[in-house]
């Protein structure tokens, strides 16, 4: 009984994890079905080769 009480407890807490949330593509305008590459402008140049 205890079980079936924190799990009802979860989903009435926690309703949005069950919501299929958009990419960061998606949200930029592009499909779900577009390849997007998305580069961290801090990364560039950071790899100095010897």
Known sequence: MKKIFWVITF???NPGQFVQ???TAQKLGYSATD???LVHADDIGMSHSV
Request: no cysteine.
């Open 21 to 23: 949330a958009q990419s």
């Open 35 to 37: 390849k997007v590459i």
């Open 11 to 13: 989903l009435i807490l």
